[in-house]
């Protein structure tokens, strides 16, 4: 790879990462949150630098013509890059154009269930109904609570669609990172008697617990009876388990 071809790397990449990173919310497809700063950062950095080696590269343009010259009288010289490096600007050039989609359907479906944190102990259940909760408690409430407390409760649950390669039902999906998308793990909740809507779908579905094991232990599935399924808009940051959206009034 040619010198001014490297510096074009450098400027394209910074360019891609204020693209995604500044301008719009883009990053949350492959990051945290709290990544955008370091995000920014890194894209005025390569900016810096690409400006500095075009620079650089101008200076030293009479003295690299002096040593081609030199070099066996060919007037060429031998870059020590490899080939593959030119496949860098696929990467680079998909941050200007086309930024890849958040992980879906496909990672969440060749996943086993994120195990949740354990609780000792929990407060009682506002008494609304249906209840808001996030795919995370629910699963908490089905295998932790001995008090039993999400027995006959209807609930919300927000999530997208995987649909079910095994037994009945399909399940509902987040996806939760640590710090990026390369170590996403999902959490699910199985959902049954409804049809599946199209994977990666974004639904809300409420029901109640669909009975097994015994609930309160780790033998009781993280599942759902649902009455009813909607569609709703795909999350800005699709990487947190949040609650679902209130009601329309």
Known sequence: MRRPFQTALLVLSGIGLLRVSLFTDLYLRYVKEGMRPLLIASGVLLLLLGAADAVSCVRRRGGDDHADHDDGGHGHGHSGAPRAAWLLFLPALSLLFYAPPALGAYTASRQPPKAVTHEDAFDPLPAISPLPMTLSDFTRRVQQDRTRAIEGRTVRLTGFVTPGERGDGWDLNRLLISCCAADAQSVKVRIHRTPAPPANTWVTV???????????????????????????????????DALPLPLAR
């Open 206 to 240: 409420t029901g109640t617990w669909h009975p097994g094991g015994t609930l309160g232990t780790n033998s009781a599935p993280a599942a759902l009876d649902a009455r009813s399924v909607e569609k709703t808009a795909k999350p800005a940051n699709a990487y947190t």
